[in-house]
């Protein structure tokens, strides 16, 4: 079974940046991931894919993020990064890391991400 533990989330400014992590842990085959992402889900409103990437490093980007968010991989460690800047109050939400392997798909806790003045 595969672990998820997200970090980075946090209160900012409009305009500002946050950087998320994810790391996945437990016992699982390195060779059975397909590909990691990060969604969002704000109060009221369904979970939305934010970004995407394989472990190729094919990207796929929300329309509202593309410019202002940057996914990347660390295939060695299992890991998923979200780099976000400009970041506007419409991005507040509950950020969710989910790695896809070819046994199933997993789900982090979730961090929180509020962007206010």
């Known amino acids: 079974q595969v672990q998820l533990v997200e970090s980075g989330g946090g209160l900012v400014q409009p305009g500002g940046s946050l950087r998320l992590s994810c790391a996945a842990s437990?016992?699982?085959?390195?060779?059975?991931?397909?590909?990691m992402g990060w969604y969002r889900q704000a109060p009221g409103k369904q979970r939305e894919l934010v970004a995407a990437i394989t472990r190729g490093g094919v990207t796929n980007y929300a329309d509202s993020v593309k410019g202002r968010f940057t996914i990347s991989m660390d295939n060695a460690k299992n890991a998923v990064y979200l780099q976000m800047i400009s970041l506007q109050p419409e991005d507040t939400a509950v950020y969710y890391c989910n790695i896809d392997t070819r046994i199933g798909s997993s789900w982090g806790q979730g961090t929180q991400v509020t962007v206010s003045s």
């Open positions: 437990g016992r699982f085959f390195s060779g059975y991931v397909m590909g």
